[in-house]
């Protein structure tokens, strides 16, 4: 072993900081998420927003627990449940002409009928829906349970 | 000897980023990030839990940025929160402060090892020793490792100490630290000195 220790005050931190970004760095998943914060809505304020948000149909509620809270997201023929309970996220999708996409920070999740999502993640997470028909896009905030 | 200069625009960038200049904002959570995550830390919990104590911290900054009466005190609110979030977090988990890591045991050896993982290892075990700090210094130490470091006033507010004790306290905890550094990793240097 080779550090010298006895240093002074200001050394001993400069060498410390050289441990703790080597040991113990900020995760880059922090980093991501703190620079989306100003964007991520609450799912509470953003439904009232999207309630009047055509063609985008919103339902909250449909299950509300401790296990976990449901909301139905709908454009079109195109219907995502979405299950958030304390460590994942469950979607289940219908509809044939639209495509939905989902993303969280760790990014996107491919949504289809057969499989729908599945996110571990805990609540409070953020994500986006997008639903896409050709040129159609219709894309919720950053939404947070 | 290096000398850090304080956190000298926070005021600028919040002003900045309450005007929606999302360059500022980058800039804030760059700059803070890691004051946050030193507090989470600091406070013994394991990285998934400070994850999420530095994510919800951000989350309520970027809520209140707009009505922060002073914002130089940005640092001192982030801490803050962070702080209360970790005591929140902990009794709601009651999860120990982890022990001091196995690593210290294999201290010692004879085995030749090559210089980079000597280095990786040391590094663990001076790590460790900072984490055996009592919690009070090992929250100081944690934020003075913060670059640019905090203001004494921030260290005060999150320690709940005066701001006229934040400098001797440092001392003595970088004192203790580095016996403890002696001991542990280098005994033959303490021994010296």
């Known amino acids: ?145 | 000897m290096s000398q850090v200069q304080p956190i000298d625009n926070v005021e600028a960038l919040v002003l900045a980023s309450r005007s929606g200049d999302q360059e500022a904002w980058a800039q804030l959570v760059d700059r803070l990030s890691p004051l946050v995550w030193s507090v989470a830390r600091s406070f013994g919990l394991d990285r998934h839990d400070a994850v999420d104590v530095s994510q919800t911290t951000w989350l309520q900054f970027a809520r209140h940025v707009a009505s922060i009466a002073e914002p130089r005190k940005a640092p001192g609110w982030l801490t803050t929160t962070a702080r209360r979030e970790c005591i929140r977090m902990v009794k709601a988990s009651r999860r120990e402060t982890p022990t001091p890591s196995a690593a210290l045991d294999w201290m010692g050896t004879d085995d030749p090892v090559d210089h980079e993982v000597e280095a990786d290892a040391e590094r663990r075990l001076i790590w460790d020793v900072v984490n055996e700090l009592p919690e009070n210094c090992r929250v100081l130490v944690k934020m003075f490792l913060t670059d640019p470091p905090p203001s004494y006033e921030t260290v005060a507010e999150v320690l709940q100490i005066s701001v006229n004790a934040v400098g001797p306290k440092r001392s003595r905890c970088l004192g203790g630290l580095r016996t403890l550094l002696h001991q542990r990793i280098n005994p033959s240097a303490g021994d010296e000195s």
């Open chain 1, 1 to 145: 072993m080779s550090m010298n220790f006895d240093v002074g005050d200001e050394d001993l931190l400069q060498l410390l900081r050289t441990v703790a970004a080597a040991e113990d760095p900020v995760p880059r998943s922090v980093l991501d998420f703190a620079k989306l914060a100003p964007s991520i809505v609450p799912l509470d304020r953003a439904l009232a927003e999207l309630l009047d948000e055509r063609p985008l149909v919103v339902a909250a509620g449909l299950r509300d627990s401790d296990v976990g809270q449901q909301y139905r997201f709908a454009v079109g023929d195109a219907t995502v449940y979405v299950d958030i309970s304390a460590t994942t996220i469950v979607g289940e999708f219908e509809g044939d002409e639209w495509a939905v996409e989902f993303r969280d920070l760790g990014g996107v999740v491919d949504v289809d009928v057969q499989q729908g999502i599945f996110v571990a993640t805990s609540r409070g997470k953020p994500f986006v829906l997008t639903f896409r028909r050709g040129e159609d896009v219709v894309t919720t905030d950053w939404l947070r349970s």
